[in-house]
């Protein structure tokens, strides 16, 4: 029902901006609550961002606020994580995941899943 494909990855040095996309191909045609993960090596999926269906609700994890900013642009099936301020310690493969069901900030609730896009940080 829902296709997520992540892009925008890659390597940068410490201080610099990147953004995220993730574009979805649903049917039928709707927009639902998206999250955006991370995951580092050796360490579990961790909530990065979340947004509501409309774009006017926001979460954000302790430890990138003030420097991501999650928004989606429902008519292009698209949601971003704009990252500023970048550290090698946000150095992990990106997810994007939809239609959480129960909750937001763990990825159990999401239903869809994206493949992945690398993020590295170099100091």
């Known amino acids: ?42 360490k579990e999926r961790e909530f990065v961002a979340a947004i509501s269906s409309s774009g006017q609700i926001v979460d954000y994890a302790d ?3 003030g420097r991501f900013t999650i928004s989606r ?3 292009k099936n698209t949601v971003y994580l704009q990252m500023n301020g970048l550290k ?4 992990a493969v990106y997810y994007c995941a939809s239609d959480p069901t129960g ?21």
């Not at 201080?15 to 090596?41: K, V």
């Not at 090698?88 to 150095?91: A, H, L, M």
């Open 73 to 75: 642009d429902n008519g």
């Open 1 to 42: 029902q829902v296709q997520l494909v992540e892009s925008g990855g890659g390597l940068v040095q410490a201080g610099d901006s990147l953004r995220l996309s993730c574009a979805a191909s649903r049917r039928p045609l709707t927009t639902n609550p998206m999250g955006w993960f991370r995951q580092a090596p050796g």
């Open 88 to 91: 090698p310690e946000d150095t």
């Open 103 to 123: 909750g937001y900030n763990a990825p159990a609730y999401y239903r869809y899943w994206g493949q992945g896009t690398q993020v590295t940080v170099a100091s």
């Open 63 to 65: 430890s990138v606020k």
